[in-house]
């Protein structure tokens, strides 16, 4: 007998949410049926305008493509148009306590671009660009995917069938149903009503303000480089200064962030100092997202997967990067294997479960940022050592490498970890301790 979990030619899929997770999704089913032969109707849900500026169109982001999404997405063939990028960035600059230091891509190219996820902030000066999830949503839809703009406010379960209901209306029932959905709102109560076990992700709040000035200045003051903040600021676990055209987006993250922890931050000394004179910059919109730290332990059940940030994500970074690669994944189990449970744990969960295993590396390695961070003769030695580095050609500059790969999304934590592990470093820094 045929396995009623494969799907068929003319097998329906809604995808409900329509940022990158739900936009890879729908690209890549899309496709990989097309290989196989099979023409599958795909439905995306997706509510929001992101043509639209200020809070109706954004998905609250830093805005950070990461170097190896930027390659990879360009192997698949999408390439991110100049109308996209804000800003290609080149370097990061790393501020301590102590002093800053200048970090470059090994490749000294502006590899990583900057984007804005939805219309940009409230009211945008220097119109003409185009938005992230706006391009990708556009890509699935070139490949075949509906845009349905209305938002999903249930889904039951009929005979093992997912039943969509938008407005108090049954809308679909389609043969596989994606959680697209994202942290940043209630919806994950949908999917906990449906009764399979799914918990929502574990959060922490983060912080992100827009701030405005002249274009000219955001190039004076802050170049093509990412200006990462490693402070003692209460709850701060680090932030970033991301250039754009005529705005700066300003990402905290940490655990207790607050409404005024962006006024502390803007406050603290060494931002100050690198920040244009107060009355040529203006704060223009502020918001304190939600951010996934803790995968749920069930995220599918037959004919239904959640993925991207409802699902696993990276830890505190290249959330974009585990939008492509569990939307992929979630694709390529969906339309090769089937849609029942059985299939998403063998197909789908290793790849859920290999991010999980990665980020525990990365909660060790946030751990010893955060000693280094505090204490204040491991955070000036370590600063010494990463400035030695940046000075000597010759250096094979590992502390350097570690922290670039820990703030961009080149590499697995795993990998980052086992690079720190190197005795000879380790030696500098607590060689430098003493010698304070
Ligand atoms: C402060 C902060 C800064 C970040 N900076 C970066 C960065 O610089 N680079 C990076 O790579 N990642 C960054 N991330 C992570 C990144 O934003 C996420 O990993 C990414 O947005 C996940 O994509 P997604 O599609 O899974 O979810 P989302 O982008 O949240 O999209 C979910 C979509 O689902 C839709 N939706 C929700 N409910 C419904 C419903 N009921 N019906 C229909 N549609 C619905 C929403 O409207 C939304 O469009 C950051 C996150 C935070 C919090």
Redesign the pocket.
Known sequence: MADPYVLENGSEIAV???????SFFSIFALKMAKMIGKELNVTI????DFTKDGPRGC????????ELLVQTLAVEGINLPETLVQRGINSYRLYTDHGNVFIGTPSHEKTIATVYRGGGPKGIIGKGKESFDRFLLDLAVSEGAIHNPL???RIEYNNIRPVLFAKGQRIQEPDLAVG???V??R?YK?FEDMGFGYRRPETVT?A?AEISTHSSAITEYFGNSVHLFLLPIKGVKFAAMIPKGTYVTV?I?GKDIVVNTVNNFLDNRVVKSILPKTETYKVNCRCL???NVRAPKIPFNHRVILC???GS?RLFK??????YIMGKAAAKTAVFHGVSKQHFQKEYYPVYRNIIIDNKFGKVLFAVTDAFKVHKALNKSMFRVVQKEQLEPSSQKILSSVLWDMFT?NELYKDIFRRAMNFPMFFDIFKGCIRI
Do not use: F, Q, V
């Not at 290249?318 to 939008?323: P, T």
């Open positions: 409900i949410g329509g940022g990158p997770t739900g849900y997706e509510p929001k998905n609250r982001c830093g805005g950070l493509i990461s938002k999903i406010d697209a959905i994202g940043k709102s919806t949908i983060a992100i990402c993250l997202p939600k951010m991207g940030d409802a994500t290249d959330g974009l990067g585990a939008a999304g």
